[in-house]
T-cell receptor, first 112, second 117 residues
């Protein structure tokens, strides 16, 4: 079945460092791809999404490009801030019920 | 933006008791709500799909008699963990699906931490 694999954390960076969180997927068909963020004590929030190959999703300085040839959707940010500390989930819309299929999540800690 | 609430945010109960968790869409209607379960350092796993006015669809391996789901209105779905045991301790998250035109978006609740003693 469809699945998502993302890099294991935790990832610890200094403020203003470059961030990459890798995400690859396995899917039949052409799913939409998502990045969700979960701040401490809060629910998942949609960070960005891409609905077809070569689409780039972007929000709050984060970007990810839907790469069909490499089945990837890596999350990047050029300069992270302490406030970006959270758990990031990669997901695809491959569920049989219309649900999302998630990766395990990557915890990011940004130090001042 | 669309907001989904869950109540309670955390609950501690004794083994053998039942616990009800509510999931509400506050400013929109959702014909479909999903219930996920998240173990520590694990991904969110779909437990069941709740459709307003019909029976829930459970994923393989999820006991429907243990995890009772009711979706009585377009803004409320409830998950009742019956005769809870310590192995049911987990983080339960709901999401509400909104579809319209080319839009298909899920909004997530903040989750409920269940601890069964």
């Amino acid at each position: 079945g469809d699945s998502v694999t993302q890099m294991e954390g935790p990832v610890t960076l200094s403020e203003e460092a470059f961030l990459t969180i890798n995400c690859t997927y396995t899917a039949t068909g052409y799913p939409s791809l998502f990045w969700y963020v979960q701040y401490p004590g809060e629910g998942l929030q949609l960070l960005l999404k891409a609905t077809k190959a070569d689409d780039k999703g972007s929000n709050k300085g984060f970007e990810a490009t839907y790469r069909k040839e490499t089945t990837s959707f890596h999350l990047e940010k050029g300069s992270v801030q302490v406030s970006d500390s959270a758990v990031y989930f990669c997901a695809l819309s491959g569920g049989s019920q219309g649900n999302l299929i998630f990766g395990k999540g990557t915890k990011l800690s940004v130090k001042p | 933006g669309a907001v989904v609430s869950q109540h309670p945010s955390w609950v501690i109960c004794k083994s053998g008791t039942s616990v009800k968790i509510e999931c509400r869409s506050l400013d929109f209607q959702a014909t479909t709500m999903f219930w996920y379960r998240q173990f520590p350092k694990q991904s969110l796993m779909l437990m069941a799909t709740s459709n307003e006015g019909s029976k829930a669809t459970y994923e393989q391996g999820v006991e429907k008699d243990k995890f009772l789901i009711n979706h009585a209105s377009l803004t409320l779905s409830t998950l009742t963990v019956t005769s809870a045991h310590p192995e049911d301790s987990s983080f339960y998250i709901c999401s509400a699906r909104v579809r319209g035109g080319s839009t298909d978006t899920q909004y997530f609740g903040p989750g409920t931490r269940l601890t069964v003693l």
